[in-house]
């Protein structure tokens, strides 16, 4: 072995401390990159790799929902952040069906998520950016949406009614109620 | 003192060697026939480069007051709008600008496309161009997010419908891009970053490759009707016609720089006279009474998700754009040579008046938005007095359920109210009393079915009226087509 000659390391020199040199400088290199990349990477899949499941809210007393009669609801979001400001609220439809049965259905339009207007004087939901229509029980009226309305999981507990919510969705990751398949 | 500021000089010219290197790119020859009034034409992309760096100044001068907290960005716009001295005009001019900046980049791609200018050996100039063409909307997009009203709030939403969409990984992307379950703070701080960081960055990235290829291998000479484009001998001739060229600095530039402060001047006057564009409506999930809308030049988009079938809906949304920007991409691939005069490519004119004719169509559509309800009309828009006077009670009973049923939201009278379903002015010419009661009942064609929200009393009143609706003079519709048919 030469260290002058400056030839590049051959097949022969692999093994002597020249190519182990190499080897691992390599090595060591490949290993800070992906020890470095490991975490960063974990850093920009974050909000996939620690999912938030939606969580139980109170919508309030079952008093508030009068029978047969759909009305919009503001919460707090559950899964909202310090720094959400007036973004951290959400809305929802409740529609008491009679006694405990209700339907709440996600103000988000199913065709591209813009805000639908519940009009009790006709019993319809419409949208206003494509022209998509819902019946009162969210089934598809009218227009380009694709399927109903989005509903939620909801249950009476202490004679308050519990919704189950949080994320925004979206029509492979729809509401809680389609997800326990309660409701759907 | 002259002689000490020349040493000076000297003394950093003897360390840079400008004079070697940036004094003669400056000076690089452009060929002579753009001396005609041709030359006019090749403003468009310094121009838009221009603005480039006015967004950088104005950005920086908004970064440094803008909030970029979703609990505070409203606010934050509001008080560079009122408090901030001339905070207004600043978030004016970085808004026209910007508009400014799409026109120009859609201009001067259109500008290289006619005159064949992307053409051998220009070709990656034209892809690296096309990068940039998408920056710029990008930018813009993101852009909009930033401005964080309920415009911005809900296109988020229409953003991750169709983000949402994408078979298999949808809910993922979703949450990578709305960084968490829903739209919220880490929304917004990572679309300020997208706009401020990572867009701009890869933006000056590209800009340099395509001011690189552009110096390298130089302006395209205006294209002349059958002087082809012949890979093997185009750099002999254009090295030719460089010998008796103009040097860009000053001479060719002069053209540049008046196209560019004429354009300063109208963005400045815009700004001024338009002022800055929102924040609109709040925010606010819980305020449902906003008809969101994307900014100007995304509304053919918009059309286009309206009228689609909802069949081919998320093939249009997911694979369309991929095709589109493969073909502008790929483009000089597959026409890299021949002919460059736009009077010898029909086939490109074409294109160029087809693309400007269904986006200009779109558009109108977008603005009009016939297919939208219009959600205050059967509130706000009355009943024409003609067709309410002299009638009898039943009949007035049936205009005042059409009112209250929030039928106008989608039926216009006279013209008035809602496009989505047909105006009802004539529609007892058109309709019979039975075919009436079926619709109103039933719905179809796109039309809710009311049984369930007219009791039968009701049903007869609209009726009653609705068969009132035709000109004077006129027969009702009759059932007869189906005894013709019957002969």
Redesign the interface.
């Known amino acids: 072995m030469n260290s002058q000659s400056g030839e590049p390391p051959t097949m022969e020199t692999a093994t002597t401390r020249r190519g182990f040199m190499e080897w691992f400088s390599w090595a060591l290199l490949g290993l800070g990159s992906v020890a470095m990349a490991i975490p960063i990477l974990g850093f ?2 974050g ?2 790799l620690k ?2 499941a ?1 969580e139980w809210v109170d919508f309030g007393p079952l008093t508030d929902f009068p029978q047969n009669s759909t009305r ?1 609801v ?1 919460v707090l ?1 559950p ?13 929802a439809y409740v529609r008491r069906i009679e006694g405990e049965t209700f339907q709440i259905f996600s ?2 339009c199913t ?7 519940w ?1 009790k ?4 939901y ?6 998509g ?1 819902y ?2 029980d969210g089934g598809h ?6 399927r109903g309305l989005y509903e939620f999981e909801h249950r009476v507990e202490k004679d308050r009614l519990m919704v189950k919510l ?3 969705p ?4 729809p509401g809680s109620a389609h997800v326990s398949g309660k409701n759907s | 003192m002259k002689q000490a500021i020349g040493k000076l000089l000297w003394w950093f010219e003897e360390r840079l060697e400008l004079r070697t290197s940036l004094w003669t790119v400056m000076r690089h020859p452009i060929p002579r026939d753009l001396r005609t009034q041709v030359g006019w034409l090749y403003v468009f992309g310094s121009t838009a480069m221009t603005l480039l760096v006015l967004q950088i100044v104005t950005g920086i001068g908004l970064g440094m007051v803008y909030v970029p ?4 960005a ?1 606010e934050s716009l509001e008080h560079i709008n009122y408090n901030v001295e001339l905070g207004w005009m600043l978030r004016a001019i970085h808004n026209w600008s910007a508009n400014g900046m799409v026109v120009l980049v859609v201009v001067h791609m259109t500008q290289v496309f006619l005159m064949g200018a992307y053409k051998y050996p220009r070709e990656l100039t034209w892809m690296i161009g096309v990068v940039l063409f998408l920056l710029t909307l990008g930018m813009a997009f993101t852009g909009q997010v930033l401005r964080w009203d309920a415009d911005s ?2 296109g988020l ?2 953003g ?3 983000v ?2 994408i078979p298999y990984i ?3 992307l ?3 891009m ?10 917004l701080s990572r679309f300020f970053a997208l706009h401020v960081f990572v867009m701009p960055g890869l933006l000056f990235a590209s800009l340099t490759v395509h001011l690189y290829l552009v110096v390298r291998k130089g302006i395209s000479e205006p294209p002349k009707p059958d002087d082809l484009v012949d890979p093997e001998t185009y750099v002999e001739k254009y090295e030719e016609k460089l010998k008796t060229g103009d040097p860009f600095f000053p001479d060719v530039f002069l053209r540049d720089a008046a196209f560019i402060g004429l354009t300063l001047l109208v963005i400045v006057g815009m700004s001024a006279i338009l002022g800055p564009d929102g924040p609109g409506a ?5 305020l ?5 809308l994307p900014d100007w030049y995304f509304l053919p988009a ?1 059309a286009v ?2 009228l ?1 079938p ?1 069949s081919l ?1 998320t093939g249009i949304i997911l694979i369309a754009p991929v095709i589109i920007v493969a073909i502008m991409f790929l483009f000089p691939v597959f026409a890299g040579k021949g002919q460059r005069s736009p009077r010898r490519r029909p086939v490109a004119v074409l294109i160029v008046i087809g693309c400007f004719l269904s986006y200009c169509v779109l558009w109108q559509l977008g603005v009009q938005e016939p ?3 219009h ?1 205050t009309a ?1 509130s706000g828009v009355p009943v024409p007095t003609h067709m309410i006077k002299g009638r009898s009670p039943k009949e007035l009973q049936g205009a005042a359920i059409l009112q ?4 106008r ?1 989608c039926h216009a009278l006279d013209g008035q109210g809602g496009q ?1 379903g047909p105006d009802l002015t004539v529609v007892a010419t058109r309709l019979t009393r039975d075919q009436l009661i079926r619709q109103v009942v039933q ?1 179809g064609g ?5 049984g ?2 007219l009791n039968r009393f009701e049903v007869e009143a609209l009726v009653s009226f609705l068969e009132t609706l035709k000109p004077e003079g006129y027969a009702s519709a009759e059932a007869s087509v189906v005894t013709d048919r019957a002969d």
Not at chain 1, 141 to 146: C, I, R
Not at chain 2, 446 to 450: E, G, L, T
């Open positions: 920009f899949l909000p996939i999912p938030r939606d919009l503001d979001n899964l909202r952040g310090a720094n959400d400001g007036m973004t951290g609220k959400v809305a103000t988000h065709h591209l998520g813009c805000p639908v207007s009009f004087e006709s019993g319809l419409m949208c206003p950016c494509h022209g229509v019946y009162e009226a009218s227009g380009p949406p694709p949080g994320h925004l979206t029509l492979q990751d | 907290s979703a609990g505070e409203y709030y809900w939403g229409v991750v419908a169709m949402g969409r949808g809910p993922e979703v949450e990578l709305l960084g968490g379950p829903t739209v919220g703070a880490d929304t709040p925010p606010d999930p819980t449902l009474a906003v008809e969101p918009f998700l309206a689609s909802p809906e297919w939208s309800p959600m059967w209250e049923k929030t039928c939201n989505r719905g796109n039309m809710p079915a009311y369930k929200e």
